[in-house]
């Protein structure tokens, strides 16, 4: 990774370059992997940003020495699609890179980033719902791949993910 990126944790006006970030990362790098339906229908749901989230103090931006973000992640207590709490299990969530960034380490130090976070929060193990191209960055990571679910969204409409973990201490 380049010594000009720095990762933050995220603050209230990064809300816009989010937003902007994740409708460049989830078209361009899922439409690959997914049918037209699911392309049409459930992308443009997962593409924003999700205030909460940011809000948590738990969600991390890796920005260029211009501010400009080049990608986000983070992790909470409770599951994306919400269930009971358990304060030795996060989940990941909502990672994004620009698609004119990836592969250059910017994931990689979010996600170092969301570990020593969770760990020194008491995490022993952390579960993510990955998109299908993504399994293999979260296996580099130390997940391993439980199997595969579809994630309601709205009424009727479902987006395909692999349901990973992760233990982060022994």
């Not at 937003?19 to 361009?28: E, G, H, V």
């Not at 931006?61 to 994306?80: C, I, K, T």
């Not at 990836?102 to 969301?114: C, D, E, K, P, T």
Request: net charge positive; glycine share 8%.
């Amino acid at each position: 990774m380049a010594d000009t990126i720095t990762i933050r944790i995220a603050a209230p006006k990064d809300l816009a370059a989010l937003d902007a970030l994740y409708r460049r990362s989830y078209p361009a790098l899922l439409k690959a992997h997914y049918p037209p339906s699911v392309y049409v229908t459930a992308v443009p749901l997962l593409a924003r940003a999700q205030p909460r989230l940011m809000r948590s103090g738990q969600f991390f931006v890796a920005e260029d020495a211009g501010g400009a973000l080049l990608g986000a992640g983070g992790w909470s207590f409770s599951a994306p699609q919400g269930g009971e709490l358990k304060r030795t299990r996060g989940h990941v969530r909502h990672f994004a890179v620009d698609p004119s960034h990836v592969r250059r380490g910017i994931a990689s130090a979010l996600m170092m980033a969301v570990k020593g976070q969770a760990d020194a929060r008491g995490i022993a193990r952390l579960d993510c719902l990955s998109t299908r191209m993504a399994v293999p960055f979260y296996e580099a990571q130390g997940f391993r791949v439980r199997g595969e679910i579809d994630v309601p969204l709205r009424p009727g409409i479902s987006f395909p993910a692999v349901s990973m973990r992760s233990q982060i201490t022994s």
